[in-house]
């Protein structure tokens, strides 16, 4: 609802009675440093997790944690570990397990599980070139089939740059199931003629039928297949030469029922013989179904798969015209329980062209069945739609309302300017450093901006921040305004730096006036500032205070007090050097933002000595 996450936490922890740090730009492995050097329990209170890696890092250090028992952390867990159990995404559960670790500390014992995982990744990139062909063992039994499922109509130069690529396969003990989807073309008939007495010769199969869509296309193929495995590979597409190699090898390793992978995308009518000239624009993680209620994260159509899926969960959509099969079929897969596994590398050239189904589908039409298949299951996740809908469709008036709570409570005014910074920037973690010092949190300060807490103090230019009082910095007093422009041959304004001040040089003509727009807080009470006359031989001045709505436009001639909200009147100085308080007041709060506005004129006639009129110090008050 606009305000700033870090500002929460910080607006919620003021009567903590422990210390806050708050580390913002650590990475991994310095969070994992700083949980062993201070002997931390770490809790990953996930409410999803595609990868699970930081549970795994956590036992591999043999760092003591809390953990949610969702998606991949469950697969991260290791029982060797000696780490506590994990618990079900709820506030209740995990703070009871919280209060058991810190009462009965865990002794975890680090298992390098990363490492094995590292050197089982870098023996993929280990493989055979397409030169040097991996022959199958006489004992097939430990290189299950694969079943290619291939549906094609009528696009006879892409068919044979995607047979091409299969006949180059480093994986041997495979068979193609081409089903020709009911081709017009005379072209595309003469090249299945041409090929059907080398695919009876290895045993592969083209089926022609007449013209029913992907769906059933790809139905047919999954009958007609003998495989344990299958993959869906399109038409237009080409798998890489060790593409079958990996996704068999990945389905092993991972027992996943579904492999899918990462592609390269190009848009020529040829493959790139160059995979340089690929591009890698969708990278699925396989899940959580929570995310894949409205964003396809299991992965791209060309997949392997376990023939007991279809068993299972049944075939695919044969909903002429329907162009996400993929997504919902997937969906299905995952909601019952499935595991579906992304192989973190491109697998197969992906041709992205103006006449693709996915490009020419109906984009709402292709959502249905997805959600179909989240309503009939009845999964949890489907509730995220409303809250989805929520946070997407929240009026701007119902999230300035939100804010306008911190607008009522003076203390917590100082979180507003966090609501206008970029999230993760080095500003907001300056503002928020700067309000943890304010509230008496140092070493939250210190971490934040990773220093020593010893060291830290409020920076010089930063507003000091109260209860109930702002002294406006720098940066707010540098956007002051000339409302008076005149003739002069010297600048009428100017703001000093190192709390300096705003100057103003009176002028013959009349009364100079400047404007710091919209910065008078909703809700707050009063400005005072700090006037002085700052050189000896200067003539005697008047110094003026006002509030002022950021429309008005005031006349200097006439009755200021009349045009403006609030008006401290003509304070006459003759006195040199000396500083006098100056204050305008509000009756009765305000709830929109106002303009602070400063004026100077000569008292009597200028006598053509230095002018230098200073506000030193202006604060805001909200008592």
Same mark, same amino acid.
């Given at each position: 609802?606009?305000?700033?996450s ?6 919620r922890?003021?009567?903590w ?7 913002a ?6 969070k ?10 770490a ?12 549970v795994?890092a ?16 469950a ?10 159990r994990?618990v079900?995404?709820?506030a209740a ?21 990363l ?9 993929t990139?280990?493989?055979?070139t397409?030169?040097?062909r ?11 089939l ?8 009528n696009?006879p130069?892409? #068919?044979?740059? %995607?047979?091409? /690529? ?7 003990? &495979?068979? !193609?199931v081409?089903? =020709? *989807? ?11 003629d ?19 869509h #992907?769906?059933? %296309?790809?139905? /047919?193929?999954?009958r007609?297949?003998?495989?344990? &495995?299958? !993959?869906?590979?399109? =038409? *237009?597409?080409a ?23 990462f ?5 020529e ?5 160059d ?7 969708y ?15 299991y ?6 798969m376990?023939?007991s899926v ?5 075939l ?19 909601l019952?329980?499935l595991k ?5 590398k ?15 589908s ?6 249905l ?21 929520i ?9 300035e309302?939100?804010r ?11 979180y507003?300017g ?13 503002k ?33 921040i ?8 720098y940066?707010?007093?540098r956007?002051?305004?000339l409302?008076t422009?005149?003739v002069s ?7 000093a ?6 100057f ?10 400047a ?5 008078f ?10 006037v ?5 031989a ?6 003026a205070?006002?509030l ?6 005031i ?6 007090g009349?045009?403006?909200i ?5 304070m ?5 050097l ?10 009765t ?9 400063l ?6 006639t ?8 200073f506000?030193r ?5 909200s008592?």
């Amino acid at each position: 609802m606009g305000e700033h996450s870090g500002g929460l936490l910080l607006r919620r922890a003021e009567r903590w009675p422990f210390k806050l740090n708050l580390l913002a730009h650590a990475n991994p492995a310095a969070k994992l440093d700083y949980v062993a050097r201070t002997g931390a329990l770490a809790v990953i209170p996930a409410r999803a997790a595609s990868t699970g890696g930081t549970v795994a890092a956590c036992i591999e250090a043999g760092l003591p944690f809390v953990a949610t028992n969702v998606d991949a952390n469950a697969e991260s867990w290791n029982a060797q570990a000696r780490q506590p159990r994990l618990v079900d995404p709820d506030a209740a559960a995990l703070a009871q397990a919280i209060s058991a670790a810190l009462n009965d500390p865990p002794r975890p014992l680090p298992v390098d599980s990363l490492r094995q995982s590292r050197q089982s990744w870098l023996d993929t990139r280990n493989l055979p070139t397409p030169a040097k062909r991996r022959r199958v063992d006489e004992n097939v039994g430990s290189s299950p089939l694969v079943s290619i499922v291939m549906a094609h109509r009528n696009r006879p130069l892409y #068919l044979k740059q %995607a047979i091409a /690529a299969i006949e180059a396969q480093t994986y041997d003990h &495979l068979e !193609l199931v081409l089903v =020709d *989807d009911g081709s017009d073309l005379d072209e595309a008939r003469r090249l299945l003629d041409t090929l059907e007495p080398t695919f009876r010769q290895r045993g592969w199969k083209i089926l022609r039928r007449p013209h029913e869509h #992907l769906g059933a %296309a790809r139905n /047919a193929g999954i009958r007609a297949s003998q495989g344990e &495995l299958i !993959l869906f590979v399109d =038409d *237009d597409n080409a798998l890489f030469a060790e593409a079958v190699d990996h996704f068999v090898r990945a389905m092993a390793t991972s027992g996943a029922d579904i492999c899918t992978a990462f592609q390269l995308i190009f848009y020529e009518d040829f493959v790139p013989e160059d995979r340089a000239d690929g591009l890698i624009q969708y990278l699925p993680l396989g899940g959580p179904d929570v995310l894949g209620l409205i964003h396809n994260v299991y992965g791209d159509a060309n997949a392997m798969m376990r023939r007991s899926v279809f068993s299972q969960i049944g075939l695919l959509i044969e909903k002429p015209g329907y162009a996400m099969h993929d997504w919902e079929f997937f969906a299905r897969a995952s909601l019952a329980g499935l595991k579906i596994r992304t192989i973190p590398k491109p697998l197969y050239w992906y041709r992205s062209k103006p006449d693709g189904m996915f490009r020419t589908s109906n984009w709402y039409d292709n959502r249905l069945p997805v959600l179909e298949a989240f309503r009939s299951s009845q999964s949890d996740d489907v509730r995220l739609l409303h809250h989805l809908a929520i946070a997407q469709n929240t009026h701007r008036s119902e999230i300035e309302s939100a804010r306008e709570n911190l607008k009522y409570v003076p203390g917590n005014r100082k979180y507003l300017g966090l609501c206008d910074i970029e999230p993760n920037s080095d500003a907001a973690i300056e503002k928020l450093a700067s309000i943890a010092g304010s509230i008496g949190r140092p070493d939250t300060a210190a971490t934040l901006l990773g220093r020593p807490a010893a060291t830290y103090h409020n920076a010089p230019d930063r507003p000091d921040i109260g209860g109930s009082s702002i002294i406006l910095d720098y940066d707010i007093l540098r956007s002051a305004r000339l409302l008076t422009p005149r003739v002069s041959a010297l600048p009428l304004l100017l703001v000093a730096p190192d709390g300096g001040g705003v100057f103003l040089r009176p002028h013959g003509d009349g009364a100079v006036a400047a404007s710091l727009d919209h910065q008078f807080p909703a809700f707050f009470r009063k400005v005072e500032a700090i006037v002085e006359v700052a050189h000896a031989a200067a003539p005697a001045m008047d110094f003026a205070l006002a509030l002022a709505r950021p429309d008005q436009t005031i006349d200097w001639q006439q009755d200021i007090g009349a045009q403006t909200i609030a008006f401290s009147g003509w304070m006459s100085i003759e006195d040199r050097l000396v500083r006098h308080p100056l204050v305008a007041a509000l009756r009765t709060r305000r709830k929109m933002p106002l303009s602070i506005v400063l004026a100077v004129r000569f008292t009597g006639t200028s006598n053509g000595f230095p002018t230098n009129a200073f506000f030193r110090k202006l604060t805001l008050f909200s008592d």
